[in-house]
């Protein structure tokens, strides 16, 4: 398998432009979660799905920030409109249904200016 | 709610050496997981350990070990003949055994990290 596939590797945009980041899970996992890492709150859980439906979005930071799944092999994480405060890595992980194992992505730096 | 503890946020090791990196963390469960996640400079989380809470007998994998003091709620990572590969940020997770129900807290939870530096 070829792990949790991320794209863009990098984005730099302009502030106000709309951001949007895409994953797809390793196959066969039922779970999906979105992180973001900065040096200052360093891994934040930004929302997970599972079997597609979103369970908990509690760490989406604002109404910018929004997250879909419309299938088990796709995910997409969208900033409209992006502000500098969003610049981070932005991880994607995918676990088992009966597993606790989180398969990291490798992760989009986002850098908006 | 959980919390997860990583108090010393850089360390150093001289390669060839061992190296033990401290976790403890803040739960009322009784059943859960905990992980050592590694980040190199790469940026890609690359899980290092993983520890059953019931299973009293320490995981191991090659180099790596753990100290699982459950009763402590401590879980620390040791590294021997440290390699210059294992140069990254090394981070302490949680996460409940409850499972994939819903209004349970399965989430995982990570601590800050601590940057580990190998000296040739």
């Known amino acids: 398998d070829a792990g949790v596939i991320q794209s863009p590797r990098h984005e730099v945009t302009e502030m106000g432009q709309e951001v949007t980041l895409r994953c797809k899970p390793i196959?066969?996992?039922?779970?999906l979660f979105w992180y973001r890492q900065t040096m200052m709150r360093g891994l934040e859980l930004l929302i997970y799905?599972?079997?597609?439906?979103?369970?908990?979005d509690s760490g989406m930071p604002e109404d910018r920030f929004s997250a879909k799944m419309p299938n088990a092999s796709f995910s997409t994480l969208k900033i409209q409109p992006s502000e500098p405060r969003d610049s981070a890595v932005y991880f994607c992980?995918?676990?088992?249904?009966?597993?606790?194992?989180?398969?990291f992505g490798p992760g989009t730096r986002l850098t908006v200016l | 709610a959980q919390t997860v503890t990583q108090s010393q946020p850089e360390m150093s090791v001289q390669e060839a050496e061992t190296v033990t990196l401290s976790c403890t963390y803040d739960?009322?469960?009784?059943?859960?997981?905990l992980f050592w996640y590694k980040q190199p400079p790469s940026r890609q989380m690359i899980l290092v350990i993983r520890?059953?809470?019931?299973?009293?007998q320490n995981a191991t994998e090659n180099r790596f070990s753990v100290n699982f003091q459950k009763a402590a709620k401590s879980f620390s990572l040791k590294i021997s003949d440290s390699q210059l590969g294992d140069a990254a940020m090394y981070f302490c997770?949680?996460?409940?055994?409850?499972?994939?129900?819903?209004?349970?807290?399965?989430?995982?939870?990570f601590g800050k990290g601590t940057r580990l530096h190998i000296l040739p």
């Open positions: 196959s066969g996992h039922d779970y």
């Open positions: 520890q059953e809470a019931y299973k009293q």
């Open positions: 992980a995918s676990s088992l249904k009966n597993a606790d194992t989180q398969y």
């Open positions: 997770a949680y996460r409940s055994e409850l499972g994939p129900l819903r209004n349970r807290d399965d989430k995982i939870i």
């Open positions: 799905f599972n079997n597609n439906v979103p369970i908990d």
């Open positions: 739960t009322s469960e009784s059943d859960y997981y």
